[in-house]
């Protein structure tokens, strides 16, 4: 139950794949990133160690203020302003840096206390993993089930490996909150990320079968060529 999810680990549930920037990198190159890779929270590192993060509702309050229009992945322009401002003069103070071995009950109170949506992992001042919001809802949705999701989404993979070359594959689940408490409603996102780029969306009471057709819709498109 959730007393069992609380004990968990904060290794166990971090992503490991964290996506940084330095303070010089710019707000365009930055909404790529929050793009391509799928996320809304870029950690900022510079030789002295982890200096600050950047959320994605951190660039659309300061798109806001200086009147731009806060649809950032359909509207951008280089010579602008905005786009050109280094994530220094964007970035928060370096969120709370937790341990590996730090329980999620610490991890969840420590967003709850300081308001934020997320922490960085880290042993040693070296950034191992980010757990944000999105990762604790997803977790807490498939506690006791993650092995069996992991497990399908890798023989996917594994099954598809040829095809899947050159490029990047994202699955993310979620759940919504309807207006009807009593209705539980999964949310699936497949992200692909070539040349062609794929998007695949699907909703569903059922966490297995929202997975099983957004994989097989998946896969239908990349076997047209995407």
Same mark, same amino acid.
């Not at 909150?177 to 569903?204: H, L, V, W």
């Given at each position: 139950?959730?007393?069992?999810?609380?004990?968990?680990?904060?290794?166990?549930?971090?992503?490991?794949?964290?996506?940084?920037?330095?303070?010089?990198?710019?707000?365009?190159?930055?909404?790529?990133?929050?793009?391509?890779?799928?996320?809304?929270? &870029?950690?900022?590192?510079?030789?002295?160690?982890?200096?600050?993060?950047?959320?994605?509702?951190?660039?659309?309050?300061? *798109?806001?203020? #200086?009147?731009?229009?806060?649809?950032?992945?359909?509207?951008?322009?280089?010579?602008?302003?905005?786009?050109?401002?280094? *994530?220094?003069?964007? #970035?928060?103070?370096?969120?709370?840096?937790?341990?590996?071995?730090?329980?999620?009950?610490?991890?969840?109170?420590?967003?709850?206390?300081?308001?934020?949506? *997320?922490?960085?992992? *880290?042993?040693?001042?070296?950034?191992?993993?980010?757990?944000?919001?999105?990762?604790?809802?997803?977790?807490?949705?498939?506690?006791?089930?993650?092995?069996?999701?992991?497990?399908?989404?890798?023989?996917?993979?594994?099954?598809?490996?040829?095809?899947?070359?050159?490029?990047?594959?994202? &699955?993310?689940?979620?759940?919504?909150?309807?207006?009807?408490?009593?209705?539980?409603?999964?949310?699936?996102?497949?992200?692909?990320?070539?040349?062609?780029?794929?998007?695949?969306?699907?909703?569903?009471?059922?966490?297995?079968? &929202?997975?099983?057709?957004?994989?097989?819709?998946?896969?239908?498109?990349?076997?047209?060529?995407?």
């Amino acid at each position: 139950g959730y007393k069992e999810f609380g004990n968990e680990t904060a290794e166990k549930i971090m992503t490991k794949d964290i996506i940084l920037s330095s303070p010089d990198e710019n707000t365009q190159k930055i909404i790529s990133l929050f793009s391509d890779y799928q996320i809304s929270n &870029v950690p900022i590192v510079s030789e002295n160690g982890i200096e600050g993060i950047v959320s994605l509702h951190d660039l659309i309050r300061r *798109a806001i203020e #200086m009147n731009e229009n806060p649809d950032l992945f359909s509207y951008i322009f280089p010579e602008r302003e905005f786009f050109r401002l280094p *994530a220094i003069s964007l #970035m928060n103070p370096p969120p709370t840096i937790v341990k590996t071995k730090d329980t999620v009950k610490k991890v969840i109170d420590i967003m709850l206390n300081e308001n934020t949506s *997320a922490v960085i992992v *880290a042993d040693d001042k070296k950034p191992l993993g980010i757990i944000t919001k999105r990762d604790i809802l997803f977790h807490l949705i498939t506690f006791g089930e993650r092995e069996k999701i992991t497990a399908k989404i890798n023989e996917f993979i594994k099954t598809n490996e040829a095809k899947l070359k050159p490029g990047y594959l994202f &699955v993310i689940l979620e759940e919504l909150s309807p207006d009807q408490s009593d209705k539980r409603i999964i949310r699936c996102r497949i992200r692909f990320r070539n040349e062609k780029n794929a998007n695949i969306t699907g909703d569903g009471k059922d966490l297995y079968n &929202v997975l099983d057709d957004c994989l097989k819709r998946f896969l239908e498109k990349i076997n047209n060529n995407l």
